[in-house]
């Protein structure tokens, strides 16, 4: 079972998805009319629907991913060290987030 999950492992570092990740340029994403015109089709698209929940989760998945790539959030780890100053307000803003999911998805239902 070990080496099921180091294989997916090795494939998903040898993706460099999170590498591709970290080098993202918001900016220039929210410029690019190939991602800017269907993510404003999808925004309409929920409001046409009434689709509440699921404007929320979009917003709150744009957030978190904004968050995480603060200074704040940054500056957690420095020369290898993870900063405990930072360890609180990083893991309450995650701890938010997946409490406002678990009631949208679970607890709230419509």
Known sequence: MTE????I?????A????????TVDIKG??????????????????LYKQAVN???ITALAIFLWWFSGTDFVRGAVVGGELQLSRVLPVAGVGMAGLAILVYLLFIKQD
């Open 4 to 7: 099921f999950f180091a294989s």
């Open 9 to 13: 492992i090795d494939w998903f570092v």
């Open 15 to 22: 993706t460099r998805v999170p590498e591709q990740i970290n």
């Open 29 to 46: 994403l929210f410029q690019n009319s190939y991602f800017l015109v269907p993510f404003i089709g999808m925004v309409i698209y929920f």
């Open 54 to 56: 699921n404007l929320i």
